[in-house]
């Protein structure tokens, strides 16, 4: 795997992971200063996010070759994961919204209880995705693992394990997961909306 503008290891195994997380949240650790020095990083706050050059390092070492059979494996994988992850929004919203638009104060049991059994499903329905992207895809492994974790802190009577971007949650997991697909298969965010929004009406009929 070649490796762009020849940083070390270190350093591109540092943006990939900033670039797929998005952001760091709270405090700056120090393996983030090297990624500032070298313009892969940057501080805003409390935040750390990754530079462009940051996400044009990471989409070079991610790519995989256009028109290979991996490619067509991986795509055939993101399709399928594309429907799932509407639901997963849909779950997040509930969780923190009531039908009304009110804020959930978590004080009915039944609808939380409601919303945790659609969490169900959509877990359910990732795992046959990710096993299929697990021959194909390095490492992708750690997804399913990351995600029964959050699960189970969040069933553990944590609740900021389902959605909170300051922890390892669910969403947090499964938007690095999301991440990762799109730098795999050079998707843009608007290509990747629409052919969400396709696959998720062609499913409704």
């Known amino acids: 795997m070649d490796v762009p503008d020849a940083f070390d290891e270190t350093l591109t ?16 650790e120090s393996e983030h200063r090297p990624l500032v020095d070298a313009g892969l990083a940057m501080v805003k706050g409390p935040v750390v996010l990754p530079t462009e050059r940051a996400k044009t390092v990471a989409a070079r070492i991610l790519r ?16 399928a994961f594309l429907p799932v992850n509407r639901k997963i929004r849909d779950v997040c919203t509930a969780w923190q919204c009531r039908p009304d638009g009110s804020v959930n104060d978590h004080s009915d049991e039944v609808y ?24 194909v895809l390095a490492g992708s492994g750690r997804y399913l693992t990351a995600l029964e974790e959050a699960l189970d802190r969040f069933d553990d009577g944590a609740p900021q394990w389902l959605a909170s971007p300051l922890c390892d949650s ?35 009929g």
């Not at 947090?172 to 999301?178: A, K, P």
Request: net charge negative; charged share 30%.
């Open 64 to 79: 995989v070759p256009p028109g290979s059979e991996q490619e067509g494996r991986i795509t055939a994988a993101y399709e």
């Open 170 to 204: 669910y969403h947090t997991v499964w938007m690095r997961l999301h991440q990762e697909l799109l730098l795999v298969l050079g998707i843009s965010r608007a290509e990747d909306e629409a052919l969400e929004e396709e696959l998720v009406t062609r499913s409704r």
């Open 13 to 28: 195994e540092g943006a990939v992971d900033l670039v797929l997380r998005g952001m760091w949240r709270g405090r700056p």
């Open 112 to 135: 939380d209880a409601g919303v945790r059994e659609s969490l169900e499903d959509v877990h359910e329905a990732i795992q046959p995705v990710l096993r299929r992207l697990d021959p």
